[in-house]
C-alpha cells in the first residue's frame, strides 16, 4: 500500500465545481507510490510556498538527446519515491484524435512503469507521461515504440509539431493541417529526437486565422491557412440569419476590419478586394458564407514567450504558399529559415530575436525571398538605411 | 522479462487510423457547424452526414483511471473515438443522434461539466506549476482549479460577449504561453537572486551566466571565479538561474503573480495583440489565492457589462481606452504598469487626446 | 581517416573540454573538422554512431543541450558498462 499523507491544504482543491487535479493525483496515489508521494511534496509546497524539483541531466534513451525531461526532487529522503520523477514527451496524432484501445493500451503501459499520472496534454501538444525513474526509461520506450509511438521533442531542437482538428471536422480550414503537421514531424524526425539546434524551434499549423492552435503567438514557424478567391454568398441563409434575430449591420457590417460588406436589409455585399480574409464574417455567418478560389498558407516567423528578451508575435515572411502533398516546397522553405539561424544564432537565441538582430534582409536573402509590404505594418520610419552596391544597379539607376 | 523490439525514427501513428468513419467518409467536406448548446455542437457535411460533439472540462493532469473512464464512455457512445482540444478539453465524437442526448445524460451523471463552445470561457491553458516544475513560482493546476471553480457557470452556461481565453503560467518562461490571452495570471519573482558562489564556481559557464540577462545586470566576479549582480538593474526574469542553477531566484516570500488582459490570437476585426498588465502582483496564497480569483472575476464582469457583442476583452479595451478600462474596472495605476523593458517607448501616449 | 581513428579523435576531443565547457553537437563537429581537416558531416555521423552505441550521450543544462561522455550510471543504466 502506497504511503498515506495528511493534505490539508489540498484537500480544499477537490471541493467546488470544476474538475479537481488533487482528485486524479489521489486516484493514482491510491495504487501507486510515486504518485502518493508526488501528493505528499506538493502538500508541502502548499505549505512553504515553493516547488521542489531540479531538472536536467537525462534526457532520453539511448541515442535519443531529446523526449525525456529529467527531474528530481530536492527532498529525496523524505519523498524517496519521486527522487527520480522523469517526464516522458509522446508525440501525439495530428488534431489529438484517439481510438479508446490506443488510450487504454497507453494507461496499461504507463500504470506498469511510471506514476499513472499524465497531462492530455501538455503545451507543445505532446502526450505527457508525469513520472516514472530512469531505470525505466528503455522500457517505456520500447513498449511504446514497438507499438508505432515515438517520443516528442525536448531541449535545443525542432519540438513536436501541432495543428487544429482542420478537414477532420471544421469548414473553415483551407489547409490539410493533419496531413501537413504529420509529414513535417516525419521530415524533421532526426532534428527532434537529436538536438542540434541553437535553441528549441517550434512549428504549429492553423486551418485559417481563427488560429485555433494559438500558431501566430505560439510558434517559431506558423504556418496559417488562407485563400485567394471571392468569398461566396448564399442570401437566402443571409435572410435566415437575419430571421433568427441577427443584427447583421452591427454585428457584421460594422465589424468588418476592411470595411467592405454592406447590407441594405435584404441582401449581403462583399467587395471581396478590400477584404482582409480575417474570418469574422464567415465565423459568425457559416452557413452563408464561405472562401473559394485557391487555397494555401501564410508563413510567419518568430513568435515566443517573454523570455529572453520579449514575446513576440510571428510576422509574415511568406503571404502564399501552396501547400500539397509531399509539401517539398514548404519543406525545403522551413529547412532554409532553419538553415540561417543555426548558422548564426547565439545559444539560447530563438529566430525571432535573431532576425531583429541581424536584421530582415540577412535572411530574406538567405531563403530567396523577396521584400514584400504584406510583410510589415509599416515601412522604415527613421531615414537610416543601409545600400549594397547592388541595390543601386537592380533598382534606382533604372 | 523480456521488451518488445525498440523502433527509432518512426514518428507519431498517422492520425487517419483514429478518425471515426463519418469524418474519414467527410474529410474536408465539411459545410457548416451549429452550436447546439454551450457543450454541444453539430457538424454538416456537403453528403449531408453529420458529427456531433460533446466538449467537456478537464483538469489536463488526469490519472490512467479518469482516461479509462473517458474510454468507456467513449465506447459506449461514440463506437470508441474521442478527441482532445488544442484547450485540453475532452471530445466526445457521436455520429449517431439517438445517442446524443444519453450521453449528455451520463456525463452530467458523473459530475463532468459541459460548455466552452462560443461565446464562453473555455477550458484553461495551463503549465505544470509546482506539481512537476523547477522554476515554477506558484502552483498553476491550484489556481486554475479556484478561478474555474468561481467561474464555471461561464463555462456551462453564462454567454459573455465573445469567448474569453484564460490562462496561467507558473513563471516567465510561460510554457503556456499566456501572453496572448483575454486574461491571463503569470507568476513572477520580484527579488534579486541569491548567488552561491562555490557552486557558481563549478557548475556554471561565467560567459554563458552572463550572456543570460536581458537587462546586463550581470558581469563576472573573477575574485570569487562567479558572477556579480547590478541589483538595480535586475527584472527578476529567472533567465540566469535557467543558466546556472546556482543563482537561486525563487523567494517563497517575494514569489506571487500578475494578472494580464486584453490579447488575442485570431484574427478575426482585428490583429492579435498581446496581453498587458491589469495588476502588477498579489502575493501566492494557496490553497485558494482569492484575492486572485476575484480580480480575474472583477476583469470578466466589467468586460461582460461594458463590452459588444463580439467584441474580445482587448478590442474593448482598445475602444473605450486604458485609461478608462482602468477606471471602470477600478484597478490602481501604479509605476508597475509603466513599461521600462525593451519595447517601452512603444507604449507612451504620444497625443493630448485621451479621455478623463 | 578511418572512422575508429575519427571517433578517437572525436573522444580525445571531448576529453579536453570535459568539465571545462559544454559543447553542442555543432561545436563538437566544427572542433573536430577544424583539427582533422574532414567535413563536418563526416563528424556528425561518426558522433552519431558513438552516441546509439553509447560511448558518448546527449545531456540537457543550463537551459541547453549538449554532448558528454557517459558517466559509469548512465552505462550502467542502458546496460553497456
Not at chain 1, 502506497?2 to 490539508?8: D, M, N
Not at chain 1, 511504446?144 to 513536436?160: E, H, K, P, Y
Request: aromatic share 10%; with cysteine; hydrophobic share 35%.
Amino acid at each position: 500500500m502506497p504511503k498515506k499523507y495528511e493534505t490539508p491544504l489540498l484537500d480544499e482543491l477537490e471541493k467546488g465545481p470544476y474538475p479537481s487535479f488533487v482528485k486524479e493525483i489521489k486516484k493514482a496515489a491510491a495504487k501507486n507510490d510515486m504518485a502518493a508521494d508526488e501528493l505528499g511534496q506538493l502538500e508541502k509546497s502548499y505549505r512553504t510556498k515553493r516547488g521542489y524539483w531540479k531538472h536536467g541531466g537525462i534526457v532520453g534513451v539511448l541515442g535519443y538527446g531529446g523526449g525525456v525531461i529529467g527531474r528530481y526532487s530536492s527532498l529525496p529522503d523524505e519523498f524517496p519515491n519521486v527522487a527520480h520523477f522523469h517526464t516522458v514527451r509522446i508525440n501525439q496524432p495530428s488534431g489529438w484524435f484517439y481510438t479508446t484501445a490506443a488510450l487504454r493500451e497507453m494507461c496499461d503501459i504507463w500504470d506498469k512503469y511510471g506514476s499513472g499520472l499524465t497531462n492530455m496534454h501538455g503545451s507543445t501538444g505532446d502526450m505527457i507521461l508525469l513520472g516514472t525513474r530512469t531505470e525505466n526509461l528503455e522500457a517505456v520506450f520500447a513498449e511504446f515504440s514497438s507499438r508505432g509511438w515515438d517520443l516528442g521533442g525536448s531541449g535545443s531542437a525542432m519540438r513536436t509539431p501541432s495543428c487544429c482538428v482542420g478537414p477532420a471536422r471544421c469548414e473553415w480550414t483551407n489547409i490539410n493541417t493533419l496531413d501537413i503537421c504529420y509529414e513535417m514531424t516525419q521530415e524533421f524526425q532526426d532534428e527532434l529526437h537529436r538536438p542540434a539546434y541553437p535553441y528549441k524551434f517550434k512549428i504549429k499549423v492553423a486551418g485559417c486565422a481563427v488560429d485555433c492552435v494559438a500558431a501566430i503567438a505560439r510558434a517559431d514557424c506558423s504556418i496559417i491557412g488562407t485563400w485567394r478567391g471571392p468569398i461566396l454568398i448564399d442570401q437566402d441563409e443571409v435572410k435566415n440569419y437575419a430571421k433568427k434575430g441577427m443584427n447583421i449591420k452591427a454585428e457584421i457590417v460594422d465589424m468588418c476590419p476592411g470595411q467592405c460588406i454592406s447590407y441594405d436589409g435584404n441582401e449581403l455585399k462583399i467587395d471581396n478586394s478590400e477584404c482582409k480574409r480575417c474570418m469574422h464574417c464567415i465565423s459568425k455567418m457559416t452557413k452563408a458564407l464561405k472562401p473559394s478560389g485557391e487555397r494555401g498558407a501564410t508563413i510567419l516567423i518568430g513568435s515566443k514567450a517573454p523570455i529572453v528578451v520579449g514575446s513576440l508575435l510571428s510576422w509574415v515572411i511568406v503571404p502564399f504558399i501552396k501547400c500539397e502533398p509531399p509539401y517539398d516546397e514548404l519543406k525545403q522553405l522551413i529547412r532554409k529559415m532553419i538553415e540561417w539561424w543555426d548558422d548564426n544564432a547565439k545559444p539560447r537565441e530563438r529566430i525571432g530575436e535573431l532576425i531583429e538582430a541581424k536584421g530582415m534582409r540577412s535572411f530574406l536573402e538567405h531563403i530567396g525571398v523577396d521584400p514584400q509590404a504584406a510583410q510589415v505594418k509599416f515601412p522604415r520610419k527613421d531615414p537610416f538605411i543601409f545600400f549594397k552596391d547592388e541595390d543601386f544597379e537592380k533598382v534606382y539607376k533604372k | 522479462m523480456s521488451l518488445p523490439q525498440r523502433r527509432t525514427d518512426i514518428g507519431p501513428p498517422k492520425y487517419d487510423q483514429f478518425l471515426p468513419p463519418v469524418i474519414k467518409k467527410n474529410y474536408g467536406q465539411w459545410k457548416y457547424h451549429e452550436r447546439l448548446s454551450p457543450g454541444s455542437m453539430v457538424h454538416v457535411a456537403e453528403s449531408g452526414d453529420k458529427i456531433w460533439t460533446v466538449r467537456v472540462a478537464s483538469p489536463r493532469l488526469l490519472s490512467t483511471d479518469t482516461i479509462r473512464e473517458f474510454c468507456d464512455i467513449a465506447d459506449k457512445y461514440c463506437d470508441g473515438y474521442l478527441r482532445f482540444t488544442s484547450r485540453n478539453n475532452v471530445e466526445f465524437l457521436v455520429s449517431d443522434e439517438s445517442k446524443l442526448a444519453p450521453l449528455q445524460n451520463e456525463l452530467k451523471e458523473r459530475g463532468m461539466l459541459m460548455g466552452g463552445i462560443g461565446p464562453h470561457v473555455s477550458n484553461v491553458i495551463h503549465t505544470q506549476g509546482w506539481v512537476h516544475c523547477h522554476s515554477a513560482c506558484t502552483d498553476a493546476s491550484g489556481l486554475v482549479k479556484c478561478l474555474m471553480d468561481e467561474l464555471a457557470e461561464y463555462f456551462t452556461t453564462k454567454e459573455l460577449p465573445n469567448k474569453v481565453r484564460l490562462a496561467v503560467a507558473c513563471c516567465v518562461n510561460m510554457c503556456g504561453a499566456v501572453h496572448c490571452s483575454d486574461i491571463a495570471i503569470v507568476a513572477l519573482h520580484t527579488k534579486v537572486p541569491v548567488i552561491d558562489h562555490d557552486k557558481v564556481k563549478n557548475m556554471c559557464e561565467i560567459p554563458t551566466t552572463v550572456a543570460s540577462c536581458p537587462t546586463s545586470a550581470i558581469s563576472p566576479d573573477p575574485a570569487k571565479k562567479s558572477i556579480k549582480i547590478k541589483e538595480e538593474k535586475c527584472m527578476y526574469c529567472g533567465n540566469c538561474f535557467t543558466v546556472c542553477p546556482p543563482i537561486e531566484i525563487h523567494n517563497p516570500e517575494g514569489d506571487g503573480v500578475a494578472i494580464v488582459v486584453g490579447g488575442k490570437i485570431g484574427s478575426l476585426r482585428s490583429d492579435p495583440k498581446f496581453s498587458k498588465i491589469a495588476y502588477p502582483f498579489f502575493y501566492n496564497d494557496p490553497p485558494r489565492w482569492p484575492k486572485v480569483v476575484a480580480a480575474v472575476k472583477n476583469i470578466l464582469e466589467v468586460y461582460a457589462a461594458n463590452a459588444k457583442k463580439h467584441e474580445r476583452v482587448g478590442e474593448w479595451i482598445d475602444r473605450i481606452g486604458w485609461e478608462r478600462f482602468f477606471k471602470l474596472a477600478n484597478i490602481p495605476f501604479t509605476f508597475q504598469h509603466i513599461d521600462d523593458f525593451t519595447f517601452a517607448r512603444e507604449t507612451f501616449r504620444t497625443s493630448a487626446a485621451f479621455k478623463w | 581517416m578511418d572512422k575508429e581513428e575519427l571517433k578517437n579523435k572525436i573522444y580525445a576531443f571531448m576529453e579536453k573540454y570535459k568539465g571545462k565547457k559544454k559543447l553542442k553537437e555543432k561545436d563538437v563537429c566544427k572542433g573536430v573538422a577544424e583539427e582533422t581537416g574532414v567535413t563536418q558531416d563526416e563528424v556528425k555521423k561518426a558522433l552519431r554512431e558513438m552516441i546509439d552505441a553509447g560511448r558518448l550521450m546527449y545531456s540537457y543544462g543550463g537551459g541547453a543541450s549538449s554532448v558528454e561522455i557517459p558517466s559509469e550510471e548512465y552505462l550502467k543504466e542502458k546496460g553497456l558498462a
